[in-house]
């Protein structure tokens, strides 16, 4: 059965009348309005050849609204379309059943929509807008970002665009001007923690640590429990040498999140590079307990038990860790290192061997089973060594050299 206008718009009442039927007042009304509209329907039929229909263009542009109120999409774009189909140039038609595509996701279509209303009203900036929004969303940045250039030079004080405009530019990897597009957002919205985040971002894809801090210390002042942000923060501060702050903030990492092991993994390195072997002692083993078969923690701390000379802890951590991973190469190294240390050559001698078996470009191996050989007198031995260790490290090679003909 072919729905008519008229009969469009009854059923619309008669909806509206059954869902306020406890209101006797409205009902009155709607019931007159319905009587209307037969006489209006009356009259429309008796016209003569030449006379202009009466038009419902913007009653059904309000039946759409309703809808679209509702979150009825389908029903709305229906609505539009009625308003269309009256008057074939209704831009407002043309724009609301376009956002009714946007919110379904059906963006190609909503483009379409988007681009007559701007034929019809060239300078509606809410309509490129929306154009730049649905090509952010199917992930054409550059097209996108040509319509948001348009709504800037529309209203410069359309201060969303730049938001969208800056994750274009970010998605693109243009950071210079992400930047520039999330900072004039910020000035109007100073708080958004999403646009500071990507704005730290930026500033870490371009190794600007400095500026990406202070981003990270804004955030921390509106969400002073993120624990991602303080690992942010202590990797920055990593990153430019600030291992005092680093830790701090690595530490308030590890308050709300006990089980981040990536914190508990920067906090060991510092420490190491600081030669601070207990407390590397310590963060190791509560890594430990964090990941029981973390490999990277338990040689970690075989180094800082090797570091602060506690060779047979050492040793001990090293065959737990060959226990875990029977093909850990460092771990035969350092075990190897700690016997050499013990002044057991010949033990030393044979876990280097172990060592360079799986990995043949070990150069420290290399570098130290030359150093067996030469408290051996095995200088042939030695210079075997040195000769292969300079194929992987020139600078440990030329260092043996020196130790064997010094010697």
Not at 247 to 258: A, C, F, G, H
């Amino acid at each position: 059965m072919k729905v008519t206008g008229e009969t469009f718009i009854l059923l619309f009442i008669q909806q509206r009348l059954y869902k306020m039927r406890k209101n006797s007042i409205l009902r009155a009304l709607i019931f007159l309005c319905l009587i209307l509209v037969f006489q209006i329907n009356v009259l429309s039929s008796s016209s003569q050849n030449n006379e202009e229909k009466i038009k419902f263009t913007p009653f059904y542009s309000s039946i759409g609204d309703d809808y679209l109120d509702q979150g009825k999409y389908e029903e709305a774009i229906q609505a539009y379309e009625k308003a269309i189909q009256e008057e074939q140039n209704e831009s407002y038609a043309y724009f609301q059943i376009g956002y009714c595509k946007f919110e379904l996701g059906s963006y190609d279509e909503a483009i379409e929509y988007f681009k007559k209303r701007i034929d019809l009203v060239p300078d509606d900036e809410s309509a490129y807008y929306n154009l730049g929004l649905c090509y952010y969303n199917l992930k054409n940045h550059q097209e996108s970002i040509e319509y948001l250039k348009k709504v800037i030079e529309i209203d410069k004080n359309y201060i969303n665009c730049y938001r969208i405009l800056g994750n274009c530019y970010y998605s693109l990897e243009n950071h210079s001007e992400a930047i520039k597009s999330y900072r004039k957002y910020l000035n109007n919205n100073p708080n958004d923690i999403d646009v500071l985040y990507s704005l730290s971002n930026c500033y870490v894809s371009i190794d600007n640590y400095s500026e990406a801090i202070d981003c990270f210390k804004e955030i921390l002042k509106l969400d002073p429990e993120n624990f991602e942000l303080y690992f942010m923060l202590g990797f920055s501060y990593y990153y430019i040498e600030e291992y005092v702050k680093s830790i701090e903030s690595l530490n308030q990492t590890i308050r709300i999140k006990p089980d981040h092991i990536e914190a508990y993994s920067i906090i060991s390195e510092i420490y190491l590079l600081l030669k601070r072997y207990t407390p590397a002692v310590v963060i190791c083993e509560k890594a430990i307990k964090v990941e029981p078969e973390n490999i990277e923690f338990y040689l970690k701390l075989g180094k800082a038990l090797y570091g602060r000379k506690s060779y047979h802890e050492a040793i001990n951590i090293m065959i737990d860790t060959i226990k875990l991973d029977p093909d850990c190469s460092e771990a035969y190294k350092l075990w190897g290192n700690c016997s050499f240390q013990l002044k057991d050559f010949s033990s030393a001698k044979n876990l280097f061997k172990k060592a360079i078996k799986i990995d043949k470009k070990n150069a420290s191996a290399h570098y130290l089973l030359g150093l067996c050989y030469v408290v051996e007198n095995n200088q042939d031995l030695a210079v075997s060594e040195y000769k292969v260790l300079k194929e992987i490290d020139k600078e440990l090679a030329d260092e043996l050299f020196e130790i064997i003909f010094k010697k």
